[in-house]
Nanobody, 129 residues
Framework: QVQLVESGGGLVQPGGSLRLSCAAR????????IGWFRQAPGKEREGVSC????????YYADSVRGRFTISRDNAKKMAYLQMNSLKPEDTAVYYC??????????????????????WGQGTQVTVSS
């Protein structure tokens, strides 16, 4: 049974940094895509970033590009989201998601939640002074 477990959320002041982690427990394949999504109260879940499995291409939402960095460790089946220069509008529950199989169009994984097979339970990020 595959389980995604996020960690690293918390309360941070504006301008601060956090690093989220996502562990894919029970997942053994090497071909998969990883995405990070977030959902603020009263808003729809939105894509933040994604990374493919072949060339490691990454995509970011316009709102986080230049501030957030996604990475993955295939050997450890881990994914990370480094978040710098955090803003109050980044406050949300952050979810990681995993899509199995060979990924040919990585950019689609930034917004299409239907492409993912597994989701984590989410971790709260609050940016406030």
């Amino acid at each position: 049974q595959v389980q995604l477990v996020e960690s690293g959320g918390g309360l941070v002041q504006p301008g601060g940094s956090l690093r989220l982690s996502c562990a894919a427990r029970g997942f053994t394949r090497d071909d998969y895509a990883i995405g990070w999504f977030r959902q603020a109260p009263g808003k729809e879940r939105e894509g933040v970033s994604c990374v493919g499995n072949s060339d490691g291409s990454t995509y970011y939402a316009d709102s986080v590009r230049g501030r957030f960095t996604i990475s993955r460790d295939n050997a450890k089946k881990m994914a990370y989201l480094q978040m710098n220069s955090l803003k109050p509008e980044d406050t949300a529950v952050y979810y990681c998601a995993l899509g199995e199989g060979v990924v040919r169009h990585v950019e689609a994984f930034l917004t299409d939640k239907r492409l993912y097979d597994y989701w984590g339970q989410g971790t709260q990020v609050t940016v406030s002074s």
